[in-house]
């Protein structure tokens, strides 16, 4: 397995993120990439569905890698973004605060407040199940979320932002929030490329709506 650290997801959406994994790439396709990733105990048994943090950041890590060396730096990236949006729509989502989002009077407000509150439930899941601290801003005509150490992104040097599974997580979510809209979400920064933080810019008006 890749060497551990002291940073760690629960196991409960490590779990999330494995099934998603086998949605997107087949369950052998799966078995490949854990064995590319050097988690080949996963092949057998998933992790245990609840919230003890021992799923290790190095372990998201390494799977991103695999996804870039199994399709190339493009389809690693297409991959992990349909990846980060399953792991939402099949269980982020029924997660906590972000249970919230699918009650009537929640779809009943209006659509920005529904992303405000929908970024910031999102944000407030992986800073209080996670070691992931994660916080939102608001810039102009974007929000940013911004994101003190990434799993996708630790440890690695790379050219460009590397975390698409979390791009993916954050389109998912405010799909969900706004009951069907997309919008355009990008990592600006990125700890793999140098900057101290990831961050993500998200545009306020959905795709296609002026």
Known sequence: MPEANTLYYPNRFARYFLLAMEEVLGRSGLGVLLDYAHLEAYKTELPPDNLERQFDFAYFAALSEALEEMYGERGGRGMALRVGRACFAHGMRSFGVLAGMGDPVFRAEPLDRRIVVGLDALARVFTNFTDQRTSVEDH?????????????????????????????????????????????????????????????????????RK
């Open 140 to 208: 102009n005509t974007q929000y940013r979320m911004i994101v003190d150490e990434s799993p996708m992104a630790w440890q690695r040097q790379a050219s460009r932002p590397v975390c698409h599974a979390l791009t993916g997580i954050i389109q998912e979510a405010l799909r969900w929030a706004s009951n069907g809209y997309e919008f355009h979400v990008q990592e600006i920064e990125c700890r793999a490329t140098g900057h101290s933080h990831c961050v993500f810019a998200i545009n306020k008006q959905p795709l296609g």
